[in-house]
């Protein structure tokens, strides 16, 4: 009798993360947006077309580095990401690979319109870079925080849409956009975010990569917080037996339907994990696809139809319950309903993150309050007010 092949459980090495994966002492901290930096300059290096258009944004975008590479390939377009995106459509008409670079909440936020005629419906060589997207721009607020990008972007024909999960991936996207052609969208962030992957981990637009075997469900996540998912399956292991799946699908468009519908056949329930609105972003698309192909329970990490808030980084991400304490509880609701058992009407993934954002929210108004005179409905003494 030929023995039953025992399944393969924890970290895929054949994806050679870093050897400290779980040490926070070891693990360094880098914003995802210097990958975009260190990788528009290597891809000017390997093509003389490439040329790099920004919003006045250029320390921010990481652009600068580019700029003082190849000054004669830089333009600086101003607060004008209509323009950036329409003029970038004729640089690629005349042959260069214009990377246009702003902060994603205003290109493509700003810009929409543009893509879509200028560059999608011309199939044009234009690669949008959209910096400071997700929660990580903090203390900017909704404004700022860029959480709709995904949804709107992977909408339009013809468009590649990546969302890299750490700094080295980042500088893999970007030297890989410069070499494909039509209209590739990816998106970056601004504070610093575990480097977890290494210059041998595999990165290819379309094929999303498993990080972490297990047989229990499956954890589908994007950008940095590939890194929460990774956490939060290592939780449920250690504490409690359950084994995750990781995948990095850092590809919203095309989307690596092979591999996701093998998940779902194999593990029969699904997590999607990202710092995006889960309508019509990553969510959206693994949905659409097990909809169509292998119906399974599908529990969503990410923006629930909301609008970010104002904070610290991690603050805001705790708020809005995308962390590993939240994936977790996602995902043992998620094994429930694959069980056949019943859960609560609202997620507790979803009441536990509304609970810590109103402790935030109290602890932020009580501080402030202590900074105000009484006769504005402060604590502080009326006489500590100064007349100028």
Not at 96 to 108: D, H
Not at 313 to 318: A, L
């Amino acid at each position: 009798m030929a023995k039953t092949k025992a399944p393969r459980l924890g970290i895929n090495k054949d994806v050679r993360l870093v050897r400290h994966l779980f040490d926070p002492t070891k693990l360094k901290q880098i914003p995802t947006r210097n990958g975009y930096g260190e990788g528009v300059v290597e891809a000017g290096q390997n093509n003389k077309n490439v040329v790099v258009l920004c919003c006045d944004l250029t320390e921010s975008t990481r652009s600068l580095a580019f700029k003082e590479a190849f000054p004669d390939r830089f333009i600086q377009m101003g607060i004008a990401e209509q323009s950036l995106a329409s003029i970038g459509a004729g640089l690629a008409m005349a042959g260069k690979v214009p990377f246009i670079s702003s902060y994603a909440a205003f290109s493509p936020g700003r810009n929409w319109e543009q893509i879509k005629t200028t560059i999608a419906l011309q199939n044009s060589n234009v690669k949008i870079a959209g910096a400071h997207a997700g929660l990580s721009v903090g203390p900017d607020g909704a404004t700022h925080q860029m959480l709709e990008d995904i949804a709107i972007m992977r909408a339009v024909p013809n468009m590649t849409v990546v969302v890299p999960c750490d700094y080295l991936e980042t500088k893999k996207a970007t030297l890989e956009g410069a070499k494909r052609k039509g209209p590739y969208y990816f998106r970056f962030a601004r504070a610093g975010s575990p480097a977890f992957t290494t210059a041998n981990t595999p990165f290819k637009v379309g094929r999303a990569e498993t990080y972490r075997h297990g047989t229990d469900l499956t954890i589908i996540a994007a950008g940095p917080l590939v890194y929460e998912a990774l956490l939060a399956a290592e939780l449920l292991s250690t504490d409690h037996g359950i084994e995750c799946r990781v995948i990095n699908c850092h590809t919203i468009k095309p989307l690596d339907v092979k591999l996701i519908v093998q998940a779902a056949k194999e593990t029969g329930a699904i997590v999607t994990v990202e710092e995006a609105q889960v309508a019509g972003g990553l969510a959206g698309a693994v949905c659409e696809t097990l909809a169509l192909t292998t119906p399974v329970p599908v529990e969503r990490i990410g923006a629930q139809d909301r609008f970010g808030e104002s904070g610290a980084p991690r603050q805001v991400q705790e708020g809005l319950g995308v962390t590993a304490p939240f994936i977790a509880l996602a995902a043992d609701r998620v094994l429930q309903r694959k069980l056949g058992k019943r859960v609560p009407a609202i997620p507790a993934h979803i009441t536990a993150a509304q609970n810590l954002l109103q402790i935030s929210r109290d602890n932020i108004m009580k501080e402030a309050l202590s900074r105000t005179p009484k006769k504005w409905g402060g604590k502080k003494p009326d006489s500590s007010l100064k007349s100028r």
